[in-house]
């Protein structure tokens, strides 16, 4: 039998933390503006205590009642002291586990032990714990881990280059911050010169009252682009910290993964409990032949502000084939390929929106001729974003398709302006769909849709397929496909 950490006592004190309200109160009930306040008050200072004591009573007696227990097959959890709560999670159906190791509580030797199956929805977690230093090492003895004897060589280990580029990649409003921090840059002036104009024709009188306040403008317009600047670099930052000192080992069942320079974090994740592979690039990292290894496991990459990453920015050809037992394959060609005669599907949307920016602008400079420039600059700055977007919906349909080998599927496809390759074993799709509309049926191409297993089904959409191909798919799997026609 095993407690958790001390320090868990204080998490239960503070669920009874709405009992310092009688202290509050009594506090101001006694309150008056004269010399004898401070001696009226100490003489129930011992309502207060006892509140206090009360309160950490409370949290003592919740966390003498928390208590860990092993049997041969299976982890226990004892919680609650009138209604007893019993955790049993079998030690074959864990899928992940995680230990993480906040540098704030290193000095009291206390950790955050989580673990992870593949029940529930909503990425729960089904146990979490605070744990001691001892506590851990004897939780870990019955966690999966890898096979020393066994351990597969030549995993490529992330270097500072690659979490380096990871962080700038990943770093949340990269782009947008560049275009945001561009905009009011430039923009700042052009609506300093528009004001500027627009006030001085009302009155001459008050140019220098005016003045002032468009002053203003600029410096603020200055200030916000530095913000956003400044909180990508921030995120970047954070990310550097966060995904730094990465290291992967595994065998062909389990594997151990260790990122973290001031929070540390490991993970060991079963290999067969792994739902899919994940290689994403964006347009950049496509053109020189780089992706991200994330996979989707129960626990994994669950936690805040993190993705399930396994390897950070690589060179797809440095992969290698040893990474093949935990479902990363490269040089593999699609079988069943995206048509090119169906790019209307990719490409007509963020056509028409890129065709309507400049006629927009022309609209706006007729109405409002005062505001013709910064309409002019909104729209340039939106114009870029949609050729971008257009290149980026070319190149997917060029390389969008599906590819079958062995017992797995690949699947190539986009969403937004990020590319997928997926890995999966054949029987871990829940549903295959084919959508289509009026005009689709009729030239034979489809959509097709394909869901994998995990606590949260991820759709995979490639369009522009050829319906007796989706159609051939589904037999050679073996699923029953739903075939959905829209009007």
Same mark, same amino acid.
């Given at each position: 039998?095993?407690?958790?950490?001390?320090?868990?006592?204080?998490?239960?004190?503070?669920?009874?933390?709405?009992?310092?309200?009688?202290?509050?109160?009594?506090?101001?009930?006694?309150?008056?503006?004269?010399?004898?306040?401070?001696? $009226?008050?100490?003489?129930?200072?011992?309502?207060?205590?006892?509140?206090?004591?009360?309160?950490?009573?409370?949290?003592?007696?919740?966390?003498?009642? $928390?208590?860990?227990?092993?049997?041969?097959?299976?982890?226990?959890?004892?919680?609650?002291?009138?209604?007893?709560?019993?955790?049993?999670?079998?030690?074959?159906?864990?899928? $992940?586990?995680?230990?993480?190791?906040?540098?704030?509580?290193?000095?009291?030797?206390?950790?955050?032990?989580?673990?992870?199956?593949?029940?529930?929805?909503?990425?729960?977690?089904?146990?979490?714990?605070?744990?001691?230093?001892?506590?851990?090492?004897?939780?870990?003895?019955?966690?999966?881990?890898?096979?020393?004897?066994?351990?597969?060589?030549?995993?490529?280990?992330?270097?500072?280059?690659?979490?380096?580029?990871?962080?700038?990649?990943?770093?949340?409003?990269? =782009?947008?911050?560049?275009?945001?921090?561009?905009?009011?840059?430039?923009?700042?002036?052009?609506?300093?010169?528009?004001?500027?104009?627009?006030? @001085?024709?009302?009155?001459?009188?008050?140019? !220098?009252?005016?003045?002032?306040?468009?002053?203003?403008?600029?410096?603020?317009?200055?200030?916000?682009?530095?913000?956003?600047?400044?909180?990508?670099?921030?995120?970047?930052?954070?990310?550097?910290?966060?995904?730094?000192?990465?290291?992967?080992?595994?065998? !062909?069942?389990?594997? !151990?993964?260790?990122?973290?320079?001031?929070?540390?974090?490991?993970?060991?994740?079963?290999?067969?409990?792994?739902?899919?592979?994940?290689?994403?690039?964006?347009?950049?990292?496509?053109?020189?032949?780089?992706?991200?290894? @994330?996979?989707?496991?129960?626990?994994?990459? =669950? $936690?805040?502000?993190?993705?399930?990453?396994?390897?950070?920015?690589?060179?797809?050809?440095?992969?290698?084939?040893?990474?093949?037992?935990?479902?990363?394959?490269?040089?593999?060609?699609?079988?069943?390929?995206?048509?090119?005669?169906?790019?209307?599907?990719?490409?007509?949307?963020?056509?028409?929106?890129?065709?309507?920016?400049?006629? =927009?602008?022309?609209?706006?400079?007729?109405?409002?001729?005062?505001?013709?420039?910064?309409?002019?600059?909104?729209?340039?700055?939106?114009?870029?974003?949609?050729?971008?977007?257009?290149?980026?919906?070319?190149?997917?349909?060029?390389?969008?398709?599906?590819?079958?080998?062995?017992?797995?599927?690949?699947?190539?496809?986009?969403?937004?302006?990020?590319?997928?390759?997926?890995?999966?074993?054949?029987?871990?799709?829940?549903?295959?769909?084919?959508?289509?509309?009026?005009?689709?049926?009729?030239?034979?191409?489809?959509?097709?849709?394909?869901?994998?297993?995990?606590?949260?089904?991820?759709?995979?959409?490639?369009?522009?397929?050829?319906?007796?191909?989706?159609?051939?798919?589904?037999?050679?799997?073996?699923?029953?496909?739903?075939?959905?026609?829209?009007?």
């Amino acid at each position: 039998m095993y407690f958790e950490h001390p320090l868990k006592i204080l998490k239960y004190s503070a669920k009874n933390i709405w009992l310092l309200i009688f202290p509050l109160l009594r506090g101001i009930y006694t309150y008056h503006f004269d010399k004898n306040w401070f001696y $009226s008050w100490a003489k129930g200072a011992w309502f207060d205590i006892a509140v206090l004591g009360a309160i950490i009573i409370f949290g003592f007696v919740r966390w003498f009642f $928390s208590r860990i227990y092993f049997t041969d097959e299976e982890l226990v959890h004892r919680d609650g002291v009138f209604l007893r709560i019993h955790t049993y999670i079998p030690f074959r159906n864990i899928s $992940s586990v995680t230990v993480e190791r906040p540098i704030y509580m290193a000095p009291l030797r206390a950790m955050r032990f989580r673990c992870d199956t593949r029940a529930g929805i909503f990425k729960t977690v089904d146990l979490k714990l605070l744990v001691s230093d001892k506590t851990r090492r004897h939780i870990m003895e019955h966690m999966p881990d890898i096979d020393e004897k066994e351990k597969i060589e030549g995993i490529p280990q992330p270097n500072v280059w690659s979490i380096l580029m990871f962080s700038i990649f990943f770093s949340s409003g990269f =782009s947008g911050t560049v275009y945001l921090a561009t905009f009011f840059f430039k923009g700042g002036d052009i609506a300093y010169n528009i004001i500027s104009r627009s006030l @001085n024709i009302i009155t001459i009188e008050t140019a !220098k009252i005016t003045e002032k306040l468009v002053l203003k403008i600029p410096t603020a317009a200055i200030f916000i682009g530095v913000f956003f600047i400044a909180s990508w670099f921030l995120s970047f930052l954070v990310n550097l910290f966060r995904y730094g000192r990465f290291t992967i080992e595994c065998d !062909k069942s389990c594997m !151990k993964v260790r990122y973290g320079i001031l929070d540390r974090k490991e993970y060991r994740i079963k290999n067969s409990h792994i739902n899919y592979t994940d290689l994403r690039q964006n347009l950049i990292m496509k053109l020189f032949g780089a992706v991200a290894v @994330n996979i989707s496991c129960a626990g994994y990459g =669950s $936690s805040k502000n993190r993705l399930p990453v396994l390897l950070p920015v690589k060179h797809e050809k440095k992969l290698g084939k040893n990474l093949q037992v935990i479902g990363i394959y490269s040089g593999i060609k699609n079988d069943y390929s995206a048509q090119p005669a169906g790019i209307g599907s990719y490409l007509l949307i963020p056509l028409i929106i890129a065709a309507l920016i400049i006629p =927009s602008h022309d609209w706006v400079a007729r109405l409002f001729p005062r505001f013709a420039e910064l309409s002019f600059f909104v729209a340039v700055m939106l114009e870029i974003p949609a050729v971008w977007f257009i290149i980026v919906k070319f190149v997917a349909l060029l390389t969008s398709g599906v590819a079958l080998y062995d017992d797995k599927i690949m699947i190539r496809c986009s969403a937004w302006t990020r590319f997928h390759k997926v890995v999966s074993e054949r029987d871990k799709i829940v549903k295959m769909e084919l959508e289509q509309n009026l005009l689709q049926a009729l030239s034979g191409r489809c959509a097709m849709s394909i869901w994998f297993e995990g606590e949260e089904h991820r759709r995979f959409k490639i369009k522009a397929m050829k319906a007796s191909d989706v159609r051939k798919i589904a037999d050679i799997l073996g699923y029953e496909l739903a075939e959905k026609v829209k009007a």
